[in-house]
C-alpha cells in the first residue's frame, strides 16, 4: 500500500538510475572545477532538494552550498513565465563559481530570470546543472551544462517535481497517466 495510486503514476526513472546519474555528474563536476577556486552550489528550492542532497553526495571538492527559492505564478502544467524569488542566498556569490542545480528545465523562462539576477551578483562563473531537461517545450534559450536526463515533453512528478504541491517525496521520477494520482488530488 502506498499514499499514491502506482496505476496512475508510469516510472521513468527508478532511484537506482537516478543514484547513477548523480555519481557520474558528481564525477564529472568534480574533473571539470578541480583546482579553480571557491564553487557554491546553488539549489532552486524547492524541487532541487533530492538531486542537490544526491549529487554533492559524489563531488569530491570543498564545496559551498546555499539555496534560493523561485517560483513561477500559477499552480497549472505550465509555466507562465511569470517568475518571483521567494527567498534569496543567504550569502554573496561574489568572486565564486556559482554552479545551479535545478530540477527542470521545461521553457527556460525561469532559468533565464535567474541567471540575470546571479550575474549582477558578479560571480566568477555561473554554470547550470539541472536533472531533467524537456527540449520540446524550450521558449527561450539558456546554457545549460550538466544534464541529468533529457525527457519528452510530458508532466513528470517526484524526486522533487510536485504535482499540485504533492508528490515530491517519491523515491522516483514518474509521468502521470491518469486522474487523481492521490485520492482528491488534482491540478
Ligand atoms: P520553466 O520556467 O518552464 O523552464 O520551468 C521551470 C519550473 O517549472 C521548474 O523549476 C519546475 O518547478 C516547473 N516544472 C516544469 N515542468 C515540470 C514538470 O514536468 N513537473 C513538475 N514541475 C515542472
Ligand atoms: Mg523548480
Same mark, same amino acid.
Given at each position: 500500500m502506498s499514499f499514491y495510486d502506482p496505476t496512475k503514476i508510469e516510472v521513468l526513472y527508478d532511484a537506482a538510475s537516478i543514484e547513477a546519474r548523480c555519481r557520474q555528474l558528481g564525477a564529472q563536476i568534480t574533473a571539470d572545477y578541480q583546482g579553480r577556486g571557491e564553487l557554491a552550489l546553488v539549489g532552486v528550492l524547492r524541487g532541487s532538494f533530492p538531486f542537490i542532497a544526491d549529487l554533492v553526495r559524489h563531488i569530491d571538492l570543498p564545496?559551498?552550498?546555499?539555496?534560493?527559492?523561485?517560483?513561477?505564478?500559477?499552480?497549472?502544467?505550465?509555466? %507562465?513565465?511569470? &517568475? $518571483?524569488?521567494?527567498?534569496? /542566498? %543567504?550569502?554573496? &556569490? $561574489?568572486?565564486?563559481?556559482? /554552479?545551479?542545480?535545478?530540477?527542470?528545465?521545461d521553457t527556460g523562462l525561469t532559468m533565464k530570470y535567474l541567471l540575470a539576477n546571479l550575474q549582477t551578483r558578479e560571480p566568477a562563473s555561473v554554470r547550470v546543472a539541472t536533472l531533467l531537461h524537456k527540449p520540446e517545450g524550450q521558449r527561450v534559450e539558456v546554457p545549460i551544462d550538466y544534464i541529468g536526463f533529457t525527457i519528452p515533453n510530458r508532466f513528470v512528478v517526484g524526486y522533487g517535481l510536485d504535482f499540485a504541491g504533492k508528490l515530491r517525496n517519491l523515491p522516483f521520477i514518474g509521468v502521470v497517466v491518469g486522474d487523481e494520482p492521490v485520492p482528491g488530488l488534482r491540478l
Open positions: 564545496i559551498e552550498i546555499d539555496f534560493l527559492g523561485l517560483s513561477s505564478y500559477g499552480e497549472r502544467t505550465e509555466s %507562465s513565465g511569470i &517568475v $518571483r524569488m521567494t527567498q534569496d /542566498l %543567504s550569502e554573496p &556569490v $561574489r568572486g565564486k563559481h556559482v /554552479l545551479v542545480v535545478e530540477d527542470i528545465v
